[in-house]
């Protein structure tokens, strides 16, 4: 069965923390995305990543990172830097020679 | 700076009360304009992807135009249980650019 994994559903931090939220695909797809989403917002984007060991910074980077070891997977670390952290975090990805990107199911991220 | 913009922010429907969404949009270079629907709590779910204007795509009671400045995703007699999130996204010359989305209730 195809598609896009993420993990946690929940996560609970305390501030000052760092934090990985787990994002892995099994649709072959080269690109994938991290988005931010908040109420009464548009997804915003994050980082992304076309192929294996590279990824750009996307709208608002300040105070994440991320890596892309594997095809597969491209985790996302929140870092204490960033202000205001809680919110629902989407992972996305992109087959070759489309622009759909597809999500998967989300993690919701509280810090308190 | 590509720009998307969603209307209404929130819809009220009886069942069976057809109506339409709107996404108007400036874009550089629209390389496609999608349509999700998205659950509480839940990822985007995939719809449409629309290319030019003058397209339409149908997928049960739903279906959805483009023009050169803005998209309507049309509920035909809509049942429950397509209350939910619909956002819209444009494709530029360099990124997705999402709307902020309108949700959708339909009453029984």
């Known amino acids: 069965d195809g598609g896009i994994t993420q993990s946690p559903k929940y996560l609970f931090r305390k501030e000052g923390q760092n934090v990985t939220l787990s994002c892995e695909q099994n649709?072959?797809?080269?690109?994938m995305y991290w988005y931010r989403q908040d109420p009464g917002q548009g997804l915003r984007l994050i980082y992304y990543?076309?192929?294996?060991?590279?990824?750009q910074k996307g709208d608002i980077a300040e105070g994440y990172s991320v890596s892309r070891e594997k095809k597969e997977s491209f985790p996302l670390t929140v870092t204490s830097a960033q202000k205001n952290p809680t919110a629902f975090y989407l992972c996305?990805?992109?087959?070759?020679?489309?622009?759909?990107?597809?999500f998967g199911p989300g993690t919701r991220l509280t810090v308190t | 700076e590509d720009q998307v913009t969603q209307s209404p922010e929130a819809l009220r429907l009886q069942e069976g009360e057809s109506s339409s969404l709107n996404c108007s949009y400036t874009?550089?270079?629209?390389?496609?304009l999608f349509w999700y629907r998205q659950d509480p709590g839940k990822g985007p779910e995939f719809l449409f992807t629309l290319y030019s204007a003058g397209e339409e795509k149908e997928k049960e009671r739903l279906k959805a135009t483009l023009t050169k400045k803005e998209s309507f995703l049309h509920i035909t007699a809509p049942k429950p249980e397509d209350s939910a999130t619909y956002l819209c996204a444009v494709q530029g010359d360099y990124k997705l650019s999402f709307g902020a989305g309108t949700t959708v209730t339909v009453r029984a």
């Open positions: 874009v550089s270079g629209l390389r496609g």
């Open positions: 649709l072959n797809h080269d690109a």
């Open positions: 996305a990805s992109r087959p070759k020679g489309s622009y759909e990107q597809y």
């Open positions: 990543s076309q192929i294996v060991n590279d990824f």
